[in-house]
């Protein structure tokens, strides 16, 4: 296979440095950047489609570098290593890939296990914490609502730890669409709030669910609170007055796949 190389920061470069910060040029180019061993690794496991995988010129790659460059059928970059490294956000990056974004497209997610919904998040970190989380107690999907921080801004992806490739994450602009499909597929929207009827351990998450995550700041919308079905509350003592949104969705996610699997 042909490799590029790529040693000034020419107008290629210029265009994959821009995914690392602008929300738009990714939306655009239907491209964004996967920093660090396991999100890379993850990916090409999963299949996902991966267009570039940028390299260090100069050095000796390790094993899994070489073995990712081998058995994945992306265009090879071969780069200055400080470019490679701004791209990275680290020193001694061996590699960075480019991969294509998926539709935003409900009809990803089948609604077997629990689906989360994180609304309006803030933070990227804290998307990538969900998805996570997800990813690890069976969740069936992701979706991320209202005017939101980038699930593929590269701290949503590099806290997923790779669980972004592992499950659907799908971004919707307004919880109408969401609650109507949600609806249509016989799904039951609990929303999580301090003030919620019911202890989240003494409702039944067994079933289909859509479970609701509010703002970090502000909560559920109005929108959102009118649509669920029922509000949960995680209850909680010492100073604290809350949860952060991700830990909150890891403890709801967590007692969703603690009834199913007593059942």
């Known amino acids: 296979m042909s490799v590029t190389r790529i040693g000034t920061?020419?107008?290629?470069?210029?265009?994959?440095?821009?995914?690392?910060?602008?929300?738009?040029?990714?939306?655009?180019?239907?491209?964004?950047?996967v920093q660090g061993v396991r999100p890379i690794s993850v990916a090409a496991e999963r299949g996902w489609p991966i267009r570039r995988l940028l390299y260090a010129g100069g050095r000796r790659l390790?094993?899994?570098a070489e073995g990712v460059l081998r058995d994945?059928?992306?265009?090879?970059?071969?780069?200055?290593?400080?470019?490679?490294?701004e791209l990275a956000g680290k020193d001694d990056a061996e590699l960075v890939a480019i991969a294509a974004l998926p539709p935003d497209d409900l009809g990803r997610i089948t609604p077997g296990g629990p689906v989360v919904v994180f609304d309006r998040p803030s933070d990227p970190g804290n998307i990538g914490t969900v998805v996570r989380s997800a990813d690890a107690f069976g969740a069936s999907g992701v979706i991320v609502t209202g005017h939101a921080a980038d699930v593929y801004d590269p701290k949503a992806?590099?806290?997923?730890?790779?669980?972004?490739?592992?499950?659907?994450?799908?971004?919707?602009?307004?919880?109408?669409?969401?609650?109507?499909?949600?609806?249509?597929?016989?799904?039951?929207?609990?929303?999580?709030?301090?003030?919620?009827?019911?202890?989240?351990?003494?409702?039944?998450?067994g079933g289909p669910v859509l479970i609701v995550i509010g703002n970090e700041t502000r909560g559920m919308s109005a929108a959102w609170l009118a649509a669920c079905d029922e509000v949960v509350r995680i209850p909680i003592s010492g100073a604290a007055s809350s949860l952060n949104a991700a830990s909150a969705a890891t403890v709801v996610l967590y007692e969703a796949a603690r009834q199913r699997k007593e059942k």
Do not use: Y
């Not at 994945?72 to 490294?85: D, I, Q, S």
């Open 157 to 205: 992806v590099r806290a997923s730890t790779g669980s972004l490739f592992a499950v659907p994450v799908v971004r919707v602009p307004s919880p109408g669409a969401v609650a109507d499909w949600a609806h249509a597929a016989d799904v039951r929207i609990i929303g999580t709030d301090e003030t919620g009827t019911h202890d989240v351990a003494r409702h039944d998450l």
């Open 9 to 33: 920061r020419n107008a290629r470069f210029q265009q994959w440095h821009a995914l690392l910060t602008n929300r738009t040029k990714r939306n655009r180019s239907g491209e964004f950047l």
């Open 62 to 64: 390790s094993s899994w």
């Open 72 to 85: 994945t059928g992306a265009e090879r970059v071969e780069m200055e290593p400080a470019l490679l490294a």
